[in-house]
């Protein structure tokens, strides 16, 4: 290994399934090796996900945080950082955000924050506790990564951060990975989600109240009673884990559609999953750049989503799919049923949103965007 390359030294809360974790596993896997080292801080720590690190050479260090106040951890981080001394220290969300004192007092000269999105407790970005800790930490970061235009206008308006220190720069995906497919493998489905001419609707996500699968299972409920017809004709797939799903299937059962409906977990095969889909649908109440919207429209599907966040940007409404109102089941109902009811709009809208993927998302050009700034960051503070 090159000890001459500049080392980042990524830093988030946790390394496990989630968009923000996959975006930080895309970079390190495909930035070019003769250019960056990379090391990865968990503030807690990580799951079998660190195994999608395809480098042998990045090292994934854990620093236990306890839960609630442990001042301890910024102490740990900045004897790592002397230890392992990063030219860039990357940090993403507020979960991570404290670590710019300790890379401010172990010397590290490059410091980056990214904001990928918020959290239930925190949608709107207007947390007064939150909004003070954020500018109370502003001096200390360097260059601010926005995954998009609407995080990146709620920094400058909200956080005051001057415009002169942000590079907006969208996230990317694999399109080798997620692709159209000729044929679906069906087999990775339940048998009773088999059957010759079923729509498939689906989201993937952690079953989290901001992630709001509970607006898509009431939006199912509402489409069945209103279109009783439709029980022999679609199915519903959630793939993720999380809290939400006793809420979820006590839904379900009152509604007696545990037949309609597969709670797929926590997968490592989302990609093969995307493509037994025929309708795509992320039900959340905020969002910064969705990675799973990018996924289904890079495999070819129609995406129902909510206006929120930076889903606008990412959804051409009524070209690549259908951009709706948040926790309303009637508007994602009508939404599902107008797909339903018009199949050569399905077809329609998942090309569309395969080449709006290939010409402004791919990950080459995430990839090309982010090399820029580390590069540009360096040069200017050399």
Known sequence: MNAGKPLIAHVLFRLGTGGLEN?????????PDDKYRHAVICMTNYTDFRKRITNKDV???????KPGKDFAVYLRLWRLL????????HTRNLSALEAQLSGLLAGVKHRIHGEHGRDIDDVNGTNPRYVFLRKLFRPLVHRYIPMSKDLENWLVR?????????????????LSRFKVGNEKPLELLPPSFRTPGLQIIGTVGRLDPVKDQ????????????????LKDKVRLVLVGAGGLQERLNSMIQVADLNDLVWFAGDRSDVADLMRTLDIFVL?????????????????GLPVIATKVGGNPELVVDNETGILIPKQNPVAMSDAIKLYLDNPELITAH????????????????????????YDSLIKLRK
Do not use: W
């Not at 975006?23 to 930035?31: E, K, S, T």
């Not at 002397?82 to 220290?89: F, V």
């Open 59 to 65: 090292q994934v260090y854990c620093l236990n945080k």
């Open 350 to 373: 998942g090309q569309a949103g395969r080449h709006h993927c290939e010409s402004v998302f791919s990950l080459s050009r995430m990839v090309s965007d982010y090399a820029r700034a």
């Open 214 to 229: 509970i607006t898509l299972v009431a939006a199912l409920i509402h489409l069945l009673s209103t279109s009783p017809e």
């Open 82 to 89: 002397r230890t392992i001394k990063p030219d860039i220290l």
């Open 23 to 31: 975006g930080v596993v895309n970079l390190i896997n495909h930035l």
């Open 158 to 174: 909200q956080i005051q951060v001057p415009p002169q220190k942000i590079t907006q720069l969208y996230n990317g995906v694999d």
């Open 283 to 299: 039900p959340s109440i905020n969002e910064g750049i969705s990675n799973t919207i990018l996924e289904a429209m890079a495999t």
